[in-house]
């Protein structure tokens, strides 16, 4: 929760073109609910409440939490990094390589 004001500023600044989106990997979805609320978080979250077994952070192969991938234009995975603080230069990398033809 942390990174939650840097990821809210990652939205504002590449929001029309990037989407944020989270996976959550806690048991209770009303929790997820009310802490998205509570933090202001404006992009989508995917949440099972089914911990990591869940079919959600399963698919996406979580292993831990955070768990960032930055995608392509083309929703392809173009990185992957444990921190958010590293987010910004992949995001205008992958931009960069996958501009709008």
Do not use: C, N
């Not at 990652?10 to 944020?20: C, F, I, P």
């Not at 089914?50 to 234009?73: C, M, N, W």
Request: aromatic share 6%; net charge negative; glycine share 8%.
């Amino acid at each position: 929760m942390e990174e939650v004001p840097l990821l809210k500023a990652l939205q504002a600044k590449y929001g029309t073109d990037a989407v944020l989106l989270g996976i959550s990997v806690d048991s209770s979805v009303d929790r997820v609910d009310r802490v998205v609320k509570e933090k202001d978080m404006t992009w989508p979250i995917l949440a099972d409440g089914k911990d990591f077994g869940g079919p959600i952070p399963t698919a996406y192969h979580i292993q831990g939490t955070p768990e960032i991938f930055v995608l392509d234009r083309e929703g392809r995975i173009f990185a992957r990094m444990g921190s958010a603080t590293k987010i910004e230069a992949a995001l205008k990398d992958a931009l960069a390589a996958s501009s709008p033809r």
